[in-house]
């Protein structure tokens, strides 16, 4: 009985991760910027600006709820440069994303706050109090604040 119970849950599990690659936000996303990759667990999207790139990673989450997982700048090779941030370039794909999933009527998620490995080896990067008001400039709420 346990077995079919997992069985049964798995594969509930798989079909809400299935529709993602559905999702209208998605389908509507891959035609404005890059797909890298669109999987039912998940997608990421990227979008050139010169010698800098933009990557959003974006999962599911309840229905009708999207979690913004990481939004990135780098330069052309991947790799965090200074000269790449404060350019409008990740709020051009934020905006893009915010419009996107209010047309569809999507909330969106995130924790505003850097990776803390970029934060160690670039201290000049946005913090989480700049980032959080960078979020809110796009139209997010903060409805929580940890420390």
């Known amino acids: 009985m346990n077995l079919l119970r997992e069985y049964i849950k798995s594969l509930l599990i798989e079909s809400d991760q299935a529709a993602f690659s559905e999702n209208p936000v998605v389908l509507q996303l891959t035609r404005s910027l890059t797909p890298v990759e669109v999987t039912d667990r998940g997608a990421i999207f990227s ?24 939004i990135e700048t780098f330069d052309s090779g991947r790799n965090t440069n200074k000269n790449c941030f404060r350019k409008g370039y990740a709020t051009q794909v934020l905006k ?41 400039r796009v139209g997010f709420v903060e409805t929580d604040r940890n420390y």
């Open 47 to 70: 979008m050139a600006f010169g010698d800098c790139l933009v990557e959003l990673t974006i999962l599911p989450e309840e229905p009708g709820e999207i979690w913004v997982d990481k």
């Open 96 to 136: 893009l994303l915010t419009q996107t999933a209010d047309a569809h009527g999507f909330s969106l998620y995130l924790i505003a706050a850097p990776e803390a490995w970029q934060k160690r080896q670039y201290p000049d990067i946005p913090g989480k109090d700049e980032l959080a008001e960078f979020y809110s």
